[in-house]
């Protein structure tokens, strides 16, 4: 139990004094990087599921 002890009180000293913690903007600037290249990454994908549809629907309508 005392190895359990130490383990939970070594790791929350770390957390507390030896992680360097992003500050709020880079937090932001970040978060809307993430989102700008989500939706990107989502029209790109929707582009070539309605060109594939298209594309099959007018293959099999001709064929």
Not at 23 to 33: C, G, H, N, P, T
Not at 46 to 61: I, M, N, P, R, T
């Amino acid at each position: 139990m005392e190895k359990l002890k130490n383990y939970i009180i070594e790791s929350l000293d770390e957390i507390r004094n030896k992680v360097s913690w992003p500050k709020f903007s880079e937090l932001q600037s970040s978060a809307i990087l993430v989102l700008v290249a989500s939706l990107i990454f989502a029209l790109v994908i929707g582009v070539v599921d309605l060109s594939f549809k298209e594309a099959l629907a007018w293959f099999y309508k001709e064929f």
